[in-house]
Structures are given as structure tokens and as C-alpha cells.
Antibody
Framework: QVQLVESGGGVVQPGRSLRLSCAAS????????MHWVRQAPGKGLEWVAV????????FHADSVKGRFTISRDNSRNTLFLQVNSLRAEDTAVYHC???????WGQGTLVTVSS | QAGLTQPPSVSKGLRQTATLTCTGN????????AAWLQQHQGHPPKLLSY???SRPSGISERFSASRSGNTASLTITGLQPEDEADYYC???????????FGGGTKLTVL
């Protein structure tokens, strides 16, 4: 069955960086675009970024452009999100999701606090 | 990035029918339609309907999606207690090159 498992979250100070990972299994990872979507505590869903199945294109939300970078390693069936220059408003659960948003991971919590 | 518009809350009685709406524009909902997601507290979202209004395997026929112009709708018939959840619509916006979500609708089953 399809599984998406995120990791890499934690508590970090403003301005610091993290690298989030999403390990995929149960489907042909290299055939599918992948997303990162976040949800701040008590708030709605916010799309963060998408990457093409082969990495040929990447799009990021305006709110993270220049600070976050999506990438993937198809040989390891893994999706990444490099998050730099973190701000308090980046505090959220970060989910990876398969292209049609038909499968989601449980998410990894990023807390930005001094 | 501008999101899609959903009513913040809807309340309906047990076994009644609820229709949730999602309004966008010709660059997103009006272009390729909207997907619908259900989220229970503490859980990741679950896809109820693809952008073409088809249901993923395992989703009850009580959930049906449609679209008219720039507005997408999700109709839930025979409401059950477990339908109480947050519902989100999402669409690809070709002008923004971004996915956009609605703010979510909290459905209460009375």
C-alpha cells in the first residue's frame, strides 16, 4: 500500500534551517509529481511547493519563495524540503502529498521559537 | 497567493443532505475543477473527489462533487456523525503556477 512518511521536523530558532524528508513506498515514486503542504496549528491547509516527477520543474508558494526549496531523489524514493531563514509563522505540520493529493503523510511538526 | 472561497461553517441534521461550495476563478476552478478533501482533527487530509469529480476507490457514494463555472460543490447525502469534519477544496491555478486551497468549511452534524 502507498505510504508517505515525513521526518526532520523539530524545534528551531528563528533564522535557522531544517531539511524535511518524505520517504515514499507502495507506488512508482519516479512517475509522480509530489507536493509539500503545511498546516499551522488550528489553521487551514497551505500549499508550499510542487516538484515534477523528474524534477524538471519546481514551483513554490510566494510565502516561502527564496527561503524553501523542494527537491527529490528518485533513486531513494525520497522527497525533500530545505527550509531556511525560518520565521515564527512557518510553525506548522508539514505534509508531503502525492500528485493528485490522493495520498498524504502524517506530517512532521516544525516549531520556530526562540 | 489568493485562495479559493469556502463558507467557514455549515450545520445540518443527521441523515440530511449538505452541499458545500468552493468559489474560484477561470484560472483555477473554472479551468480544471477542484479536488475535495476531508480532514478529521489530528489526522491528515483524505481525498474525497478528484478534480474531474470522480471518487477515489473506497470513498462512499454519499459524497459527490460537481462544478458550474468557477464554483465547485461537494454534496454529502445521508449525513452521519462521522461526516463531522473540516472540508477543503483545492485547485491548480495556471496563472499563479501554484496550488490553491480554500479556507475550509467546518461541517457540523446535529
Amino acid at each position: 500500500q502507498v505510504q508517505l512518511v515525513e521526518s526532520g521536523g523539530g524545534v528551531v530558532q528563528p533564522g535557522r534551517s531544517l531539511r524535511l524528508s518524505c520517504a515514499a513506498s507502495g507506488f512508482t515514486f519516479s512517475n509522480h509529481d509530489m507536493h509539500w503542504v503545511r498546516q499551522a496549528p488550528g489553521k487551514g491547509l497551505e500549499w508550499v511547493a510542487v516538484i515534477a516527477y523528474d524534477g524538471s520543474y519546481k514551483f513554490h508558494a510566494d510565502s516561502v519563495k527564496g527561503r524553501f526549496t523542494i527537491s527529490r531523489d528518485n533513486s531513494r524514493n525520497t522527497l525533500f524540503l530545505q527550509v531556511n531563514s525560518l520565521r515564527a509563522e512557518d510553525t506548522a505540520v508539514y505534509h508531503c502529498a502525492k500528485d493528485q493529493q490522493d495520498y498524504w503523510g502524517q506530517g512532521t511538526l516544525v516549531t520556530v521559537s526562540s | 497567493q489568493a485562495g479559493l472561497t469556502q463558507p467557514p461553517s455549515v450545520s445540518k441534521g443527521l441523515r440530511q443532505t449538505a452541499t458545500l461550495t468552493c468559489t474560484g476563478n477561470s484560472n483555477n476552478v473554472g479551468d480544471q475543477g477542484a479536488a475535495w478533501l476531508q480532514q478529521h482533527q489530528g489526522h491528515p487530509p483524505k481525498l474525497l473527489s478528484y478534480r474531474n469529480n470522480s471518487r477515489p476507490s473506497g470513498i462512499s457514494e454519499r459524497f459527490s462533487a460537481s462544478r458550474s463555472g468557477n464554483t465547485a460543490s461537494l454534496t454529502i447525502t445521508g449525513l452521519q456523525p462521522e461526516d463531522e469534519a473540516d472540508y477543503y477544496c483545492s485547485a491548480w491555478d495556471r496563472s499563479l503556477s501554484a496550488w490553491v486551497f480554500g479556507g475550509g468549511t467546518k461541517l457540523t452534524v446535529l
